[in-house]
């Protein structure tokens, strides 16, 4: 997984591009009608029922446009909320609240969305043993946000990206020419290369998780795509010889049934992609 520096960067990018994106050479709606000198608050009013998230990310983001702004945080990442709470207060000069308004606006909507959604899945899951994961399968630019929002509400972070875990898939099999082929290059090149990077290998049926079991240093098998029967037998041929995940088409109808099956984990790419807003407001005080 990526470090805690590799993530605060990200971070650090989204605001910058999304400040330059949205302001450009000047906020000139409230340039040309608020005194650079008014001073204002705001509320974060709730307007919508779910779990939480990106106020710590608001922080970031006021203190980005003006060290001066101060918030009032009262509720944090990860609570529930219903229509009428109100989140945090922000004060300061109006024209630094109504400059970074949007952009806060934008990532707590999503990222309340998809921690909403994503502790449907965990509490689902409650009992099974299993874990909720998510995927790459998120909006271009803001990934880091989407899989943060992801762990707020107890799931677990894949991959962030193709260079932080190895994960050969169908594609990479068939043009490796096949799954011993390609688990072996694997690692001749993680060994070339001096990296130490997790291996994981999709199967597709029984035949091939009994082939990757023939080989060593494989982390997790990915029981792609199987019905509930298949998933079974596919966790009781791999016993202890790795971890294993469920993936592949899985929903809310679906998901406690793949976690009864016995796998560590489930992984689902609606959480970040199949996800409405929730609706908040920034309103003056």
């Not at 271009?140 to 707020?152: D, F, Q, S, T, Y």
């Not at 993680?190 to 990757?212: C, H, M, P, T, Y």
């Not at 469920?246 to 679906?254: A, L």
């Amino acid at each position: 997984m990526i470090t805690q520096e590799q993530f605060e960067k990200e971070l650090d990018l989204i605001i910058a591009n999304a400040i330059r994106e949205d302001v450009g050479d000047g906020d000139h709606s409230s340039l040309a009608c608020i005194p650079a000198s008014a001073q204002g608050k705001a509320k974060l009013l709730c307007k919508d029922q779910g779990i939480l998230a990106g106020i710590a990310f608001a922080k970031r983001v006021f203190e980005y446009v003006d060290p001066n702004l101060e918030m009032e945080v009262l509720m944090e990442d990860g609570s529930e909320v219903k229509h009428g709470d109100i989140a945090f207060y922000v004060s300061g000069r109006s024209q630094s609240i109504l400059k970074a308004e949007r952009l806060v606006l934008n990532v707590i909507q999503r990222m309340s969305a998809v921690a909403t959604k994503t502790k449907k899945y965990v509490n689902l899951l409650e009992g099974t043993g299993a874990q909720v994961l998510d995927t790459r399968k998120t909006t271009p630019g803001i990934r880091a946000l989407e899989k943060w929002a992801v762990k707020i509400a107890g799931g677990v972070n894949h991959r962030f990206a193709l260079y932080d875990m190895i994960m050969l898939k169908d594609n990479h099999i068939d043009f490796a020419g096949g799954v011993t082929a390609a688990i072996e290059k694997t690692t001749a090149y993680l060994a070339e290369n001096g990296k130490d990077l997790k291996i994981i290998v999709e199967a597709r049926n029984l035949e091939e998780i009994k082939e990757i079991m023939q080989n060593t240093g494989v982390h997790r098998i990915l029981i792609d795509n199987f019905n509930y029967e298949d998933t079974k037998k596919a966790v009781a041929l791999i016993g202890d010889f790795c971890e294993t995940e469920s993936s592949g088409g899985i929903n809310e109808e679906t998901v406690r049934e793949y976690g009864l099956c016995g796998v560590n984990y489930v992984s689902c790419g609606a959480l970040t992609h199949s996800v409405s807003n929730m609706d908040f407001s920034l309103k003056a005080v």
